[in-house]
């Protein structure tokens, strides 16, 4: 049975007109806030080196669903599908193990932007912008544990000039796609067992990062972020890039904070963290994604931290501030409805953000009204909703409800089942 969308929608606005939200400037709030979808969901963080170094860095991808993208055409063919199941504008997060290396070996010190020339011809026809990381873990200059804080000086000063590598290429890519690339670091680097000396790593991190932003890039093309971690596979007890050292680090040297949700400890979440982080640094980047007892990455879905992470952004008009991006990667399901849920989530979040009434909320709120307040919040949980993200995905001709499901099933049965 045919939706009537229209009609739905129609019903939905008189409802959230009644308390002062005006919906259809909701929508268009909502056109214009791009999500940074990760590539890496759609082959299991396996890149296109080509040099079968196991993923490692405590980073784990569980399942084995059949039809994962095996080189850079399924790669964008995967991702093109997602993105026609995804209503709104579309970005892409490239790691560096993604270039387009025409099948020779270019080690991580020696990448440049012509191995990423075919992604920006790419991208030109179908996102309006790309985010660039990169990648400092699966590789033998990773097997230690450390990187860019190694004792090793030719272990620093590799990765050194990959980050500065990296930082070039998403400088390029700004440039190209006239829309600001968010070079994210993150850094594997950490002791399993308790360390004596936890300074003089951390020294070095800094030290070595220091070089990396020596040289001032446009930030017109290029915003510079650090992203902390509090434990990995392999470093339990001690990592070098702490939560505290990037707090530290990023407010210092005027760069941006990214904050992934699965990287704190299992009792905090980062929607928390937002409003203190943004009064000391001008730009943050959130890595979205939905930790299952440790940083397990499990596709992002509409949770109550989630929603939570979008009131901060919206309600506190952060939206030119933070830089939204998805960070998970699920093998044991099709690896493209995985993109479209948890992206899909993302969006349903904001939307629901976009129709609550804050003003009034907050005016409550320092009339100390709780009572009011609370009940209000409770109240608005049941308005309609659903019928104004239906008109949002049928208004940018993307499948309404679950009909996207379909679509991607018979996507599976017609191009993935052959990929073995």
């Known amino acids: 049975m045919k939706i009537n969308v229209q009609g739905a929608y129609d019903i939905a606005k008189e409802r959230y007109a009644s308390i002062g939200v ?8 909502l056109v214009g806030i791009p999500i940074s979808m990760h590539c890496w969901q759609g082959d299991d963080v396996g890149g296109f080196e080509n040099d079968n170094h196991e993923l490692s860095g405590g980073i784990q991808v569980t399942g084995a669903h059949p039809g994962k993208a095996r080189n850079i055409d399924e790669l964008r063919a995967d991702i093109e599908k997602a993105y026609s199941l995804i209503p709104g504008k579309h970005r892409l997060n490239l790691h560096a193990i993604y270039l387009d290396n025409g ?6 010190d020696a990448i440049e932007p012509k191995h990423f020339a075919s992604w920006v011809d790419w991208a030109k026809d179908n996102c309006t912008g790309m985010d660039f990381n990169p990648s400092l873990f699966s590789h033998t200059y990773a097997d230690s544990g450390f990187t860019l804080s190694s004792p090793d000086q030719k272990i620093r000063e590799f990765w050194i000039e990959h980050c500065k590598r990296s930082r070039t290429i998403g400088a390029y890519f700004g440039k190209e796609l006239g829309s600001p690339c968010v070079t994210n670091i993150w850094a594997v680097d950490g002791y399993k067992d308790t360390p004596v000396d936890r300074l003089s790593p951390r020294r070095r991190l800094m030290e070595s990062l220091d070089e990396i932003i020596k040289e ?16 990995g596979i392999g470093s339990e007890s001690y990592v070098t890039g702490s939560h505290e050292f990037y707090m530290g680090y990023a407010a210092s040297r005027g760069i941006a904070l990214c904050m992934d949700a699965g990287h704190f400890h299992p009792t905090e979440v980062i929607s928390n963290k937002i409003s203190s982080a943004s009064l000391f ?4 980047l959130l890595h979205v994604s939905r930790p299952v007892r440790w940083d397990s990455d499990h596709v992002v879905i509409l949770s109550d931290e989630l929603r939570e992470i979008a009131h901060e952004i919206i309600r506190n008009n952060l939206l030119e501030r933070v830089h939204i991006g998805l960070d ?4 044991s399901i099709n690896r493209i409805a995985a993109w479209t849920i948890g992206t899909r989530a993302m969006q349903k979040a904001l939307l629901l953000s976009l129709l609550e009434p804050t003003e009034k909320l907050k005016a ?10 609370l009940a209000l919040l409770e109240e608005y949980k049941s308005y309609p909703f659903g019928a ?3 008109y949002y995905c049928e208004k940018n001709s993307v499948p309404v409800g679950s009909d996207w499901l379909d679509d991607a099933m018979q996507y599976e049965k017609e191009i993935l089942k052959d990929r073995i």
């Not at 998970?328 to 093998?331: K, M, R, T």
């Open 388 to 390: 104004v993200w239906d």
């Open 281 to 284: 640094i001008d730009q943050l």
């Open 216 to 231: 001032p890039l446009n930030k017109k093309y290029n915003i510079d972020a650090v992203e902390s971690k509090l434990f």
């Open 364 to 373: 409550y709120e320092l009339d100390r009204n709780y009572t009011r307040r």
């Open 22 to 29: 005006d919906v259809d400037s909701a929508v268009e709030l």
């Open 328 to 331: 998970f990667f699920d093998g």
């Open 103 to 108: 099948g020779k070996k270019v080690d991580r």
